[in-house]
C-alpha cells in the first residue's frame, strides 16, 4: 500500500516543552503504522516558553522536516516587562496581581496582535508553503493552534489550493478560552478575532477538537467539528508502570501537581481544606506531602508563606517529559486543575491522560458536568470537584489517605486503551481517509 502525505503545520515541535508539542509530535510518531508519511512545518527561530530535550527521542529518524525563519515580537515585550515570558505560554497576571505593565502588555497583545504575536510568520509562509505544494505530492495539510495564527496560514494556502484537504486542529478554543475576556480587547478587535475564527471553521474541511464539549461548540459555530483528544504514550506509560511497582507505600502521602498552574486555575479551596487536615490531624501531617513539578506562578507559591502547609511543599521546578512520568507514578493522589467558569467545561488538559495511564487517583478541579469528570467516571480513575466544593473534597482527601495507609492505593488501568497515542492515530488516519 502506498503510503500518504501529511503536512503538519505547527509551532511547536521538540525541543519546545509543555503540552502544546506532545499532541502532533506523538501523531507524527504513530501514523506512518496506518499509511501515513507526514512532513513538518515548523519554524527554524522560535521562542519557546519552556523547553524539554527528553522529547527530541519521540521524532522519528526519517522524518523530513522543513522550516524557515519566524519574527516574534516578544523580545520587546520582554525589555517592557518581564512577566511578559507568561503571555508567550497562555498565562496572566490577575485581579489585584495586575501591574499597570501587565494591564498595558496584555492590552497590547490583544489588539495589536490578532489573533497572536506569531500573525509575522503568516505571509512568509504562504509564500514558501504555495510552492513547496506546488513541487511535492502533499494529500492532507494540518494546522495546529494556538497559536491560532497558523489556521490563517491554512487559511491562505486553502484560497491558493481550494482542492487541497485542510484539517484546523485547535488544542485550546479561540474566542472561547477563558484567557480571551482578560485581553482587554476593543470592540474592532473582538469583531476580528471572531471574524477570522469564523473563517477558519467555515473553510477548513474538517475540525479537530481536543474535547467533546469542544466539538459540540464548533460545529454550532459552523463547523465540521470531530473529537480526538490527546493521550498517553505506551512506551512512557510502561515506563511509568515499572516505577510504579516500586513506589506503592511510601513514607509520605503524596499529593502531586505535575505542569503549568496560573492563577486562573489556582484552587484555593484545596489549599485551605489541606491547610486545615495539617493543622488539625497530626496523623496526616506526620505523613503528607503536596509536590509541585512544573512551572507554579510566583504568586500561588508565595501564598503559602504563612501557611500551614509551608513545611509541606516539595517544589522540583520544571522537569523533563521523562521524570514528570517518573514523579507522577510515585504520588499517591494526582491533581489536576481547570479554569472555574462554565465555558470551560470542554477543556481536557493534555496531562489527565498520562495520569491514567499511572493508575493512580486523580482529584480534579473545575466547572460542573466537565469533560473530565466524564473521562474520571468513565475509568473509575477519581473524583471531580468544583471550585465552591469543601467537606466533600476533605472527605475524599481523608478516605485516600486511609487507603493509603492500609496500603490499599490499587493501581486502576480500566477502560483507558482508548486514549493511547497508537490507538488516537488510527482514528486520525480513518478520519483523513
Known amino acids: 500500500m502506498e503510503q500518504k502525505k501529511i503536512l503538519i503545520i505547527t509551532y511547536y515541535w521538540p525541543p519546545a516543552g509543555g503540552p502544546g508539542v506532545q499532541r502532533w509530535l506523538k501523531f507524527a510518531k504513530y501514523l506512518p503504522e496506518f499509511g501515513w508519511n507526514p512532513v513538518i512545518y515548523t519554524p527554524e527561530n522560535p521562542s519557546y516558553p519552556l523547553l524539554d530535550e527528553s522529547l527530541m527521542k519521540d521524532i522519528p529518524q526519517d522524518l523530513e522536516i522543513i522550516?524557515?525563519?519566524?519574527?516574534?515580537?516578544?523580545?520587546?515585550?520582554?525589555?517592557?516587562?518581564?512577566?511578559?515570558?507568561?503571555?508567550?505560554?497562555?498565562?496572566?497576571?490577575?485581579?489585584?496581581?495586575?501591574?499597570?505593565?501587565?494591564?498595558?502588555?496584555?492590552?497590547?497583545?490583544?489588539?495589536?496582535?490578532?489573533?497572536?504575536?506569531?500573525?509575522?510568520?503568516v505571509k512568509p509562509s504562504i509564500k514558501f508553503l504555495e510552492q513547496y505544494l506546488k513541487d511535492n505530492?502533499?494529500?492532507?495539510?494540518?494546522?495546529?493552534?494556538?497559536?491560532?495564527?497558523?489556521?490563517?496560514?491554512?487559511?491562505?494556502?486553502?484560497?491558493?489550493?481550494?482542492?487541497?484537504?485542510?484539517?484546523?486542529?485547535?488544542?485550546?478554543?479561540?474566542?472561547?478560552?477563558?484567557?480571551?475576556?482578560?485581553?482587554?480587547?476593543?470592540?474592532?478587535?473582538?469583531?476580528?478575532?471572531?471574524?477570522?475564527?469564523?473563517?477558519?471553521?467555515k473553510t477548513a474541511d474538517i475540525t479537530l477538537a481536543t474535547s467533546y464539549t469542544d466539538a459540540e461548540n464548533f460545529r454550532k459555530s459552523g463547523a465540521n467539528a470531530i473529537c480526538i483528544t490527546n493521550g498517553f504514550d505506551e512506551?512512557?506509560?510502561?515506563?511509568?508502570?515499572?516505577?510504579?511497582?516500586?513506589?506503592?507505600?511510601?513514607?509520605?502521602?503524596?499529593?502531586?501537581?505535575?505542569?503549568?498552574?496560573?492563577?486562573?486555575?489556582?484552587p484555593e479551596n484545596l489549599w485551605k481544606i489541606l491547610n486545615e487536615l495539617v493543622k488539625e490531624n497530626k496523623e496526616f501531617t506526620n505523613h503528607f506531602t503536596l509536590k509541585f513539578a512544573g512551572r507554579i506562578d510566583d504568586k500561588i507559591l508565595q501564598s503559602f508563606d504563612n501557611?500551614?502547609?509551608?513545611?509541606?511543599?516539595?517544589?522540583?521546578?520544571?522537569?523533563?517529559?521523562?521524570?514528570?512520568?517518573q514523579e507522577m507514578a510515585q504520588s499517591n493522589l494526582l491533581l489536576i486543575t481547570n479554569f472555574p467558569n462554565e465555558s470551560s467545561k470542554g477543556i481536557i488538559p493534555g496531562k489527565i491522560f498520562e495520569y491514567l495511564a499511572t493508575g493512580k487517583q486523580i482529584i480534579s478541579f473545575g466547572p460542573n458536568e466537565a469533560d473530565v469528570s466524564r473521562i474520571l467516571s468513565e475509568t473509575a480513575s477519581g473524583k471531580h470537584f468544583s471550585y465552591e466544593d469543601s467537606e466533600?473534597?476533605?472527605?475524599?482527601?481523608?478516605?485516600?489517605?486511609?487507603?493509603?495507609?492500609?496500603?490499599?492505593?490499587?493501581?486502576?488501568?480500566?477502560?483507558?486503551?482508548?486514549?493511547s497515542r497508537r490507538n488516537l492515530s488510527k482514528k486520525l488516519a480513518e478520519i483523513l481517509g
Do not use: C
Open 67 to 121: 522550516k524557515t525563519n519566524i519574527w516574534e515580537p516578544y523580545q520587546l515585550a520582554e525589555k517592557l516587562n518581564k512577566s511578559n515570558k507568561k503571555f508567550k505560554a497562555g498565562q496572566f497576571d490577575v485581579g489585584k496581581n495586575q501591574s499597570w505593565k501587565s494591564k498595558l502588555s496584555i492590552w497590547v497583545r490583544g489588539n495589536f496582535f490578532i489573533p497572536d504575536a506569531r500573525i509575522f510568520w
Open 137 to 201: 505530492k502533499i494529500d492532507v495539510v494540518v494546522t495546529s493552534g494556538p497559536p491560532h495564527s497558523l489556521h490563517l496560514i491554512g487559511l491562505g494556502l486553502k484560497e491558493k489550493f481550494p482542492d487541497m484537504k485542510w484539517i484546523a486542529d485547535f488544542r485550546d478554543p479561540w474566542t472561547e478560552i477563558s484567557y480571551y475576556k482578560h485581553l482587554k480587547l476593543t470592540k474592532s478587535s473582538d469583531r476580528k478575532h471572531r471574524q477570522l475564527e469564523s473563517a477558519v471553521f
Open 235 to 266: 512506551s512512557d506509560a510502561s515506563a511509568t508502570h515499572n516505577a510504579t511497582g516500586e513506589n506503592t507505600q511510601e513514607k509520605a502521602f503524596t499529593l502531586s501537581y505535575i505542569g503549568v498552574l496560573e492563577q486562573l486555575r489556582n
Open 307 to 325: 501557611s500551614n502547609l509551608k513545611n509541606h511543599i516539595l517544589n522540583l521546578g520544571y522537569i523533563s517529559h521523562d521524570k514528570a512520568v
Open 392 to 419: 466533600v473534597i476533605k472527605d475524599y482527601i481523608l478516605e485516600q489517605f486511609e487507603q493509603w495507609k492500609k496500603g490499599n492505593l490499587l493501581v486502576n488501568t480500566q477502560n483507558i486503551e482508548q486514549f
